[in-house]
């Protein structure tokens, strides 16, 4: 029989912050998957997301941006997720059934789609540039987002037969790098949710595990000490 030859993974470049959320689900999941990238730092407090040498790079002006030789840069986490699934199924970061991976990909969209880009610094530069915010203003904005998509995710965690150890059964997927990915940046922004309990068991469940606890964005390069 012929021997599998090693899996040898591309020389990636990860465009990249301490805090963000976006950049610590791309974080999670190379370290599941084993793999590794070569960070460069995006300063999003000094706004080197909208410099014009990273917009060639992500004309949105946001971060993760994987960097593979040879081809465009990939955007947006969740896009990343699943082609990291896909060059290194093992661990799978979905259920094996249809029905399992659309529940995965739902609780994942609510968080990473839903609750997190109402959040992101560009719509803080709008709402207190253009919309009239002040610092109060915008903290009751971050409190109300966050507080909608997680009360709604708590609510299907504790309703759904499906849920288990983890966000679906006791294998970690893409909904659970999500859920935890907003926890990471609530803590930042001292920000709590209360009654949220099933989530809380999650979190918690997946900040034992070494690839969640090596994201925390306090132990990435350019942290406040
Ligand atoms: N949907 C995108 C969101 C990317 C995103 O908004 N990233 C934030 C950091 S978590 C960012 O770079 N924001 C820059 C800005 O809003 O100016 C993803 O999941 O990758």
């Not at 991976?101 to 880009?117: F, K």
Request: glycine share 6%; aromatic share 8%.
């Amino acid at each position: 029989m012929s021997k599998q030859p090693a899996f040898e993974q591309p020389a990636f470049e990860l465009y990249a912050f301490w805090r963000t959320s976006a950049t610590y689900r791309v974080r999670v999941a190379l370290s599941l998957k084993g793999m590794t990238a070569h960070e460069h730092i995006v300063n999003l407090d000094a706004g080197e997301q909208r410099s014009p040498e990273f917009l060639k790079i992500n004309p949105l002006g946001a971060i993760p941006a994987l960097v593979e030789p040879g081809h465009p840069p990939l955007t947006q986490s969740v896009a990343i997720l699943e082609f990291l699934d896909e060059i290194a199924p093992a661990p799978s970061l979905l259920p094996p059934d249809p029905h399992g991976r659309a529940r995965v990909r739902s609780i994942a969209a609510m968080l990473a789609s839903d609750t997190h880009p109402l959040i992101t610094p560009r719509v803080k530069k709008y709402l207190t540039s253009a919309g009239g915010f002040d610092d109060a203003a915008w903290r009751a904005w971050q409190i109300h987002w966050f507080t909608t998509g997680l009360m709604a995710v708590e609510q299907r965690l504790a309703m759904e037969a499906e849920t288990g150890a983890f966000c679906h059964g006791d294998q970690v997927t893409m909904a659970d790098i999500c859920l935890a990915s907003i926890a990471a940046v609530m803590r930042v922004f001292k920000i709590e949710v209360a009654g949220t309990p099933t989530i809380d068991r999650i979190v918690a469940r997946c900040e034992a595990l070494p690839a969640f606890a090596n994201a925390a964005p306090n132990r990435q390069a350019g942290a406040p000490a």
